[in-house]
Every structure is written in C-alpha cells, then in structure tokens.
C-alpha cells in the first residue's frame, strides 16, 4: 500500500474518509488492517447493512467477452448493448476490430456483435421504435504533438467549372507559389459549379470541398500559418480545368491532430441483435449529443468534424421515417462535445441544456446552461449555477418524477486537462417563471465523471467517478450515494469496488438493480505509465431489493398510446403506492439524455391496476419504457416493458 502521508491528495483523502465512514459506523474494534479488512467484509454482507446500504457484486464475465465498454444502453429486449468500437486502443483501430457485446441480464447469456464501423465516440438515442440510432464516431485516431513529423492541415478545394466534376485521387498534389507540395490522404470528389440566371445575368458559384493534405516534405519548411488564404495549383488537372479548379488553405502546422469525426449512423435493431447502415450524417462527429424531439425525430448536436475542428454550431436532424439526416440552418447553435440537452414537457419543442459537457470546446462558447426553444431557435439562460466554469464532465439529470421538471447537475470540472473538480449538487425548476439553479447538496469532494441513475422510486443514485482528470494521481472515487430529491437527503451507500473515470457509465436494469462498467484512466495508480482500460462490471442491488416481498406485475398491454389507459394484473393492488414509466439508459461520456421516470395515475381494480399514460410527447416521447409498480417502502416491481406509441 502507498504511504499515506500528509501530502496524501484530496482524493485520496476522500477515499479515506469514506471508509472510515463506513467503517465507523461498525465501531470496528483496534485489530490489524488484515483483521479491519475481513470484519469489513462481514459487516457489509449482513442482511442489516445491505437493507440499508444495498449490495455490490462482480459480474463474472467470460474473458472473451469482455469489451472496453464506451457506450452502454438497456434495450426493449431487456438486453444491454454495451459498445466499444475500437474502444480508445490504437492497434484495435488499426486493425479494424470494432467490437459490441450483447448481456442479458436475465439469462446471464453474452454475445459478441458484428460492428461494422468504428462508433467509438459517437453519439445515439432510442427511436420510437425502439431501435437505437448511433450516429458519427472515429474516422481516424489523434496525433500528438512530436509525433506529427509532416505539417498537416485542411485544404479547401473550389471548382469554378458548371460543365465538369473534378474526381481527386488520393495522393492528389497541390502546389503552393513557392513550390511546397502537399498531398491528399483520401480521395475526393468535386461536383460541377452552380450556375443560376441566363445570357449576360448567369452566375456560376463555385463548388467547394475540404480535404485532409500532408506536406511532401518533412519537417517546419512546410508549415503554413497565416490569416490569409494562400492559394494552391492542383495537379493532375487537364485544359481549362487547371485554371477552374484549385485550394486554399492557410493552416498546415506540425500541431497535435486531434481525433477524427466520421459521418457514418447505424440503427441497432434490438429484435434482429444487428446493426444496420442508414444515410450518413451531413457533417462528420466525433462526441456529438443525439437527442431524440417530439415527433420522433433526433436532433445531433456538437462534436468535432472529419478534421477534428470543433463543429461552430451546424446541427442537423434524423427523420426516422426516410432514415436521411438533414442539416438545420435554422438551428445553429454551438454547444461544447456531447452536450446534456433534455427533451421539455409542455408547450412548444424545447431543449433544457444543464451545462453538462464532456471533452471539447472553447471555455467561453455555449457553457451556459439554459432553454433551447427550437420553434424559434432563440435561448434562455437560466442563472444560479454554482462553479460554473466546471461543468465539463459533470453529470445531469431530470429527476423524478419528471413531471416536475427539475434538473439536477452533479460534480464535473474545469474545462480540458485540467485537475479543477467540484462537488456542486446543484437543482433547478424549470416550473418556475424564473428558474434559477439552487444549491441542493455537496458530495464529499470534487467529483468529475459522476454516473447518475435514477431509481424506480424516484431516487438518484450517484456513483463513481474521480477527483482528477481521467483518474490521474490514483484519484478513483469508491463512493456510492443515493439523493433523495423530495427530501433533499444524500445518503452514503455500500462502496463499489471497480472505479470509474472516463469512458464509463451506469444504467438500471429491469430487475432495479443498476451496473456499472467502463473506465478509462490515462495513467496508471502511480501515475508512471499508460492506463489501462477497466473492463470488469460491477452490479449494485440498491437497499429497496432488501426489504422483503416485491411487488408484482403479471400481465397487460405490450403497447399503449399517449393518453391512454391500460390494465395490468396484479396480485395484491392494495400494495401499490406509486407506478413509474422508466425511459431506459443509453448512456456515453456520462452524457445520458434518454433516462427518465414519469409518474403515471392509477386506479386500483380486482387485481387490476388501470394505468394511464399522460398525453404530452416532450414528457413522454414515444418509445419503450419499463414500468414499475412500487409499494409503500419503495421496493418495485419488476418492470414490465410497455411500447408507448
Ligand atoms: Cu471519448
């Protein structure tokens, strides 16, 4: 063990305390560590303490199934689809193995995905239809700086001609005025010149593209870095094309390249357990938010381009029905990497945007949290956000019931590489006429990556994460709270044993257990080394499976509209306090937008209970939900998946 001396850092003092904490609470007696260790393994596996605190276990998951879980999400089947695209390992890209594994958590089976793209750091949502959309990812991994021995930059290439497309094979040379040449990495293609009026009025508009040049010569000689466009001869063109057709560019450095966004989207078909290819997205992304509206359709929001350039506020949208994604000029907006951005209930098409973001971005663009109204594209800010300047990496969330519509925001911290962490718990209700964030709590310390999962009985539960930047300084935090929003109490939990930074994630599943998975430091415990990516998975039985008998529910409507009433069978009716619908999780970059609970009104029958689903799409968008049935000491049902339609 490391000597912890007073030097020892936040975190670890954090961690510390937390065990003593629970420790403490035993009045463990003054034995040897070895002794203190068994006691506490006594103690925490005592049916008292877990009816309190609840229980962590391993997932003995099967070596050749364990996959770098980047993206996790609870399909209608009951199954996890947990992804991993090349999952952050250059050589696994390199090679083109993409990996997704398939859990279910019922019959504890696993089966490995056909992946056909890297979706690795791509973005997705649930269709109404229960498909997931999973949009962008790695087009090409980052270059750090050092290792960048060519100078390398985006070239933007004009066609002038109406008459003649212009076909650029990889490997095309462009020529600057001095000499320098710079070659293509793809091959490209430019359409014909627009050419709008007649006679002496015609008007012809160029057609533009931008390519991906590396300079022919090593070394700063090439490096090209000016406010200016410089203008660029290229080769392999014939006749009147050389004068028609040539490229500007006036950044081509020997910088870190960062990663590369890919236009490609998926649907994920939970029936047939397969991928399968739609229209590309307009512009290629790389961390961007995809949120499902109203209607069905999804929003992609952010990310970096197929140039790793952070997108300047070009969104566009996915229409189910014709798969074809479409950019919205009427929706620019610019938002940090895989921004929080939740559906609204009520009047209108609004997105509420907590200020949760992960990865990339300018500190001072799209940072405040507030009201997307997307009829008009205008927004509100809504103030009161403690550490505002750290919700990079923070968490979010609507609590339940959603009905309330308040938001919470838990941790994050300073934006990119930085060792700022907060343990801001910060609340807002948008119901009233001016919302504003209030304080509603503080975890012990500074916690960035928090995974936040609501439970069936309208709790939080807040685990994992780390006080530093991806883990550094061994700054893992093995705490589990739960947060009750109607009290506004915080409660420690049992601690997890796996600890979680980036790259990692928690959803709950069906049975109202919750797992955790994923996590990917960038150094190891002593900071000496590269990290190594966490593939183990731990289940949390949270202290509502401790109480006794559950409640059930045997029977209903696999499929009710919005508005509608539907009967479930149910044993005992009388022992029904609440009914939940549960959006399930798909959940990346602690950026989980899809879960939510709503509070559905029932009327309890002769072992019936009469359901009705509320009629309002930002509150309820169509799509599968679990619904739980919970009784008067909060214990739930085992959910019972309903298509809302
Ligand atoms: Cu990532």
């Given at each position: 063990?490391?000597?912890?001396?007073?030097?020892?850092?936040?975190?670890?003092?954090?961690?510390?305390?937390?065990?003593?904490?629970?420790?403490?609470?035993f009045?463990?007696?003054v034995?040897?560590?070895?002794?203190?260790?068994?006691y506490?393994?006594?103690?925490?596996n005592?049916?008292?303490?877990?009816?309190?605190?609840?229980?962590?276990?391993?997932?003995?998951?099967?070596?050749?199934?364990?996959?770098?879980?980047?993206?996790?999400?609870?399909?209608?089947?009951?199954?996890?689809?947990?992804?991993?695209?090349s999952?952050?390992?250059?050589?696994?890209?390199?090679?083109?193995?993409?990996?997704?594994?398939?859990?279910?958590?019922?019959?504890?089976?696993?089966?490995?995905i056909?992946?056909?793209?890297?979706?690795?750091?791509?973005?997705?949502?649930?269709?109404p239809?229960?498909?997931?959309?999973?949009?962008?990812?790695?087009?090409?991994?980052?270059?750090?700086?050092?290792?960048?021995?060519?100078?390398?930059?985006?070239?933007t290439?004009?066609?002038?001609?109406?008459?003649?497309?212009?076909?650029?094979?990889?490997?095309?040379?462009?020529?600057a005025?001095?000499?320098?040449?710079?070659?293509?990495q793809?091959?490209?293609?430019?359409p014909?010149?627009?050419?709008?009026?007649?006679?002496?009025?015609?008007?012809?508009?160029?057609?533009k593209?931008?390519?991906?040049?590396?300079?022919?010569?090593?070394?700063?000689?090439?490096?090209?870095?000016?406010?200016?466009?410089?203008?660029?001869?290229?080769?392999?063109?014939?006749?009147?094309?050389?004068?028609?057709?040539?490229?500007?560019?006036n950044?081509?450095?020997?910088d870190?390249?960062?990663?590369?966004?890919?236009?490609e989207?998926?649907?994920?078909?939970?029936?047939?357990?397969?991928?399968?290819?739609?229209?590309?997205?307009?512009?290629?992304?790389?961390y961007?938010?995809?949120?499902?509206?109203?209607?069905?359709?999804?929003?992609?929001?952010?990310?970096?381009?197929?140039?790793?350039?952070?997108?300047?506020?070009?969104?566009?949208?996915?229409?189910?029905?014709?798969?074809?994604w479409?950019?919205?000029?009427?929706?620019?907006?610019?938002?940090?990497?895989?921004?929080?951005?939740?559906?609204?209930?009520?009047?209108?098409?609004?997105?509420?945007?907590t200020?949760?973001?992960?990865?990339?971005g300018?500190?001072?663009?799209?940072?405040?949290?507030?009201?997307?109204?997307?009829?008009?594209?205008?927004?509100?800010k809504?103030?009161?956000?403690?550490?505002?300047?750290?919700?990079?990496?923070?968490?979010?969330?609507?609590?339940?019931?959603?009905?309330?519509?308040?938001?919470?925001i838990?941790?994050?911290?300073?934006?990119?590489?930085?060792?700022?962490?907060?343990?801001?718990?910060?609340?807002?209700?948008?119901?009233?006429?001016?919302?504003?964030?209030?304080?509603?709590?503080?975890?012990?310390?500074?916690?960035?990556?928090?995974?936040l999962?609501?439970?069936?009985?309208d709790?939080?539960?807040?685990?994992?994460?780390?006080?530093?930047?991806?883990?550094?300084?061994?700054?893992?935090?093995?705490?589990?709270?739960?947060?009750?929003?109607?009290?506004?109490?915080?409660?420690?939990?049992?601690?997890?044993?796996?600890?979680?930074?980036?790259?990692?994630?928690?959803?709950?599943?069906?049975?109202?257990?919750?797992?955790?998975?994923?996590?990917?430091?960038?150094?190891?415990?002593d900071?000496?080394?590269?990290?190594?990516?966490?593939?183990?998975?731990?289940?949390?039985t949270?202290?509502?499976?401790?109480q006794?008998?559950?409640?059930?529910?045997t029977?209903?409507?696999?499929?009710?509209?919005?508005?509608?009433?539907?009967?479930?069978?149910?044993?005992?009716?009388?022992?029904?306090e609440?009914?939940?619908?549960?959006?399930?999780?798909a959940?990346?970059?602690v950026?989980?937008?899809?879960?939510?609970?709503i509070?559905?009104?029932?009327?309890r029958?002769?072992?019936?209970?009469?359901?009705?689903?509320?009629?309002?799409?930002?509150l309820?968008?169509?799509?599968?939900?679990?619904?739980?049935?919970n009784?008067?000491?909060?214990?739930?049902?085992?959910a019972?998946?309903?298509?809302?339609?």
């Open positions: 063990m490391r000597n912890l001396g007073p030097s020892m850092r936040p975190a670890a003092w954090a961690r510390r305390l937390a065990i003593v904490g629970v420790i403490g609470a009045n463990v007696p034995v040897a560590p070895w002794a203190q260790a068994e506490h393994d006594v103690q925490i005592r049916s008292s303490y877990k009816a309190q605190h609840g229980h962590w276990d391993m997932l003995p998951v099967p070596k050749d199934y364990q996959v770098r879980s980047i993206h996790a999400a609870l399909l209608y089947t009951g199954k996890v689809l947990l992804i991993a695209g999952g952050n390992d250059r050589k696994s890209f390199e090679a083109g193995t993409f990996k997704s594994l398939l859990w279910d958590p019922e019959t504890n089976k696993y089966k490995l056909h992946t056909p793209d890297d979706m690795f750091c791509g973005g997705h949502a649930f269709l239809d229960g498909k997931l959309l999973i949009a962008g990812g790695t087009k090409r991994y980052e270059v750090l700086e050092g290792e960048v021995h060519n100078a390398a930059g985006v070239m290439v004009s066609n002038e001609s109406p008459d003649q497309a212009v076909a650029l094979p990889k490997g095309t040379p462009f020529r005025a001095d000499g320098r040449v710079y070659r293509t793809e091959a490209a293609r430019l014909r010149a627009a050419k709008t009026g007649a006679g002496r009025a015609v008007k012809v508009t160029a057609s593209t931008e390519v991906w040049v590396m300079a022919e010569v090593r070394g700063k000689g090439s490096v090209i870095k000016t406010t200016k466009m410089k203008k660029f001869k290229v080769g392999g063109m014939q006749g009147a094309q050389r004068r028609n057709v040539y490229g500007q560019a950044l081509i450095t020997l870190k390249q960062d990663f590369q966004g890919e236009k989207s998926y649907l994920f078909d939970p029936a047939t357990e397969r991928y399968e290819k739609v229209d590309d997205m307009t512009l290629a992304r790389w961007p938010t995809l949120v499902g509206l109203k209607d069905g359709k999804v929003l992609s929001v952010s990310g970096l381009d197929a140039f790793g350039r952070m997108i300047e506020g070009t969104n566009e949208i996915y229409d189910p029905k014709t798969k074809q479409t950019v919205r000029e009427d929706l620019q907006r610019t938002f940090p990497t895989y921004p929080s951005l939740f559906l609204m209930m009520g009047k209108g098409n609004r997105l509420f945007y200020g949760s973001n992960a990865g990339y300018s500190p001072e663009v799209g940072r405040v949290p507030g009201i997307w109204n997307l009829d008009k594209n205008t927004f509100r809504v103030p009161g956000l403690r550490a505002p300047d750290e919700t990079e990496t923070s968490g979010s969330v609507l609590l339940s019931p959603a009905q309330d519509q308040k938001y919470m838990v941790g994050g911290g300073g934006v990119g590489e930085s060792h700022k962490s907060t343990s801001r718990m910060d609340v807002v209700d948008l119901k009233k006429d001016n919302p504003r964030f209030k304080p509603a709590g503080n975890l012990a310390t500074g916690t960035r990556y928090p995974n999962v609501l439970t069936p009985n709790k939080v539960v807040i685990t994992g994460g780390s006080s530093d930047y991806r883990g550094k300084g061994d700054s893992n935090l093995l705490y589990c709270n739960m947060y009750d929003p109607k009290t506004g109490a915080l409660k420690q939990m049992a601690d997890p044993t796996v600890g979680h930074n980036y790259h990692a994630e928690a959803l709950l599943l069906p049975d109202g257990r919750i797992i955790t998975m994923g996590s990917d430091p960038l150094f190891n415990k900071d000496t080394g590269p990290g190594t990516f966490e593939k183990r998975i731990e289940i949390y949270p202290p509502y499976l401790y006794g008998k559950r409640p059930e529910l029977g209903g409507p696999r499929e009710l509209a919005q508005g509608e009433t539907g009967t479930f069978t149910t044993p005992d009716p009388s022992a029904v609440t009914v939940r619908l549960v959006r399930p999780s959940v990346t970059h950026t989980d937008v899809e879960q939510r609970a509070a559905l009104k029932f009327e029958g002769d072992g019936t209970l009469d359901v009705t689903v509320p009629k309002d799409a930002g309820v968008p169509a799509g599968w939900y679990m619904l739980f049935a009784d008067a000491h909060g214990t739930p049902s085992i019972r998946w309903v298509h809302v339609t």
